[in-house]
């Protein structure tokens, strides 16, 4: 059954997916190093933080809510694969006090923020379960005492594997958490420690069992394609494997190399090793294999990568993708986006302290979007998350337009 989907799917990537890619070479002909480019700012203006405010301040006024996203950038290794701003062996303690820090200063400066309902509160890392029992506790506390959260609120939390002790998940449970993310990204032991991983496939499984027991409102599972030397079957494979555990939401990412990271290990050894990734045909085949498992599973997309269970789509994808509110993030290198503008933090951890030392926002720049710009990036990321009104050769490229 497996192999007749592998071979059904490779025969439409090549009948029907790369001829479009062969008449648009400059749109969706991409290596790995060139995939995950971000939507361009080809109108928009660059500008510094306080005019930043500004616009902030103005878009908020016509708004009724917000979603919230906090970076915790601590981790206890670096994976070879991980293209984000994260420091290894880090003040965890530092981070938190300087995400509330932070917080403060945009409740002092952004007043409008206040009276806004939010829906979606995002704790992302790096390893936010490197939080200590209490200072995940202080950081949950102080979101629900500073901000409008609704009486529903997604509070997700990301974690891995390890880091999902019974503790931390009993500590999430009752400080609130609703939403529990673990990255598994494959299920391979030899594979996991190439990777720099520090889980094995059993903690993998025995975590998302732990987290489904848990009753947290939902579950979430990431997995990744694209890396050197996977197969369509073992993907497959582990797809099916995460499926079988019916946690209420899987994602599966397409391997990201081209975001400019030289910390990502993986980018380099693309370098000097490209023939050992999949090529472009073969990971559109592992996406339309995941696809075509989860599907089969009872899973529905939405936007495309993100599979739920019925009922149970993220809130926190429903606010950025679909309804487009404003998303304010803290911690260092954090972005945050309007329909009007985005601004991204210091990207140097010495000036966003800094920043933050003298009483201000650590917003490093940002651009203002004209008519045109804002038109072309509502379009976009719609079209991302409307996957019901795309065929099926729309569905593999799509997402290389993000």
């Not at 749109?27 to 080809?42: A, I, L, N, S, W």
């Not at 606010?319 to 911690?331: A, K, M, T, Y």
Request: aromatic share 10%; with cysteine; glycine share 8%.
């Amino acid at each position: 059954m497996m192999d007749k989907l592998i071979k059904e799917a490779r025969e439409f990537v090549q009948s029907q997916v790369m001829p479009v890619v062969h008449q648009n070479p400059t749109r969706f002909q991409r290596t790995p190093d060139q995939y995950g480019f971000k939507v361009g700012f080809e109108t928009g203006e660059r500008v510094k933080g306080k005019e930043i405010v500004v616009a902030v301040r103005e878009q908020l006024r016509i708004e009724k809510r917000v979603s919230l996203y906090a970076h915790m950038p601590v981790c206890s290794r670096r994976c070879r694969y991980c293209h984000y701003p994260v420091v290894v062996g880090g003040d965890v303690g530092r981070f938190v006090e300087g995400l509330m820090r932070e917080a403060n200063l945009l409740l002092e400066q952004v007043p409008e923020v206040r009276d806004k309902m939010v829906t979606s509160l995002y704790i992302g890392g790096g390893t936010p379960t490197l939080m200590s029992i209490a200072q995940i506790q202080k950081l949950l506390r102080y979101f629900r005492e500073h901000f409008r959260l609704v009486d529903n609120v997604e509070i997700t939390f990301e974690g891995s594997p390890e880091g999902w002790t019974p503790e931390k998940v009993e500590c999430a449970k009752l400080a609130g958490v609703t939403r529990a993310s673990v990255g598994v990204q494959v299920l391979d032991d030899v594979y996991l420690k190439w990777l720099g991983r520090q889980d094995t496939v059993a903690q993998a499984i025995d975590t998302v069992k732990r987290l489904i027991s848990a009753d947290f409102r939902s579950v979430n599972v990431d997995l990744i394609y694209g890396f050197p030397r996977q197969s369509v079957e073992k993907f497959a494979e582990d797809v099916q494997s995460v499926a079988t555990l019916r946690p209420t939401n899987i994602t599966l990412y397409r391997l990201r190399l081209g975001r400019g990271d030289l910390n990502s290990q993986l980018s380099r050894y693309y370098q000097q090793h490209p023939d050992e990734f999949p090529s472009q045909v073969e990971t559109y085949v592992m996406q339309i294999v995941g696809r075509r498992i989860l599907e089969h599973s009872g899973y529905v997309e939405g936007p495309i990568g993100w599979y739920s269970k019925p009922g149970f789509q993220p809130r926190v994808y429903q606010d950025r993708w679909i309804e487009q509110v404003s998303l304010i993030g803290f911690g260092w290198c954090a972005y945050s986006y309007g329909k009007t503008y985005e601004y991204h933090n210091a990207e140097s951890i010495s000036r966003y302290f800094a920043a933050l030392d003298q009483g201000q926002l650590p917003i490093e720049h940002g651009w203002l979007y004209n008519q045109k710009e804002q038109q072309s990036r509502q379009f976009v990321f719609r079209r991302k998350a409307l996957v019901k009104e795309l065929n099926e050769v729309e569905k593999v490229l799509v997402e290389e337009e993000i």
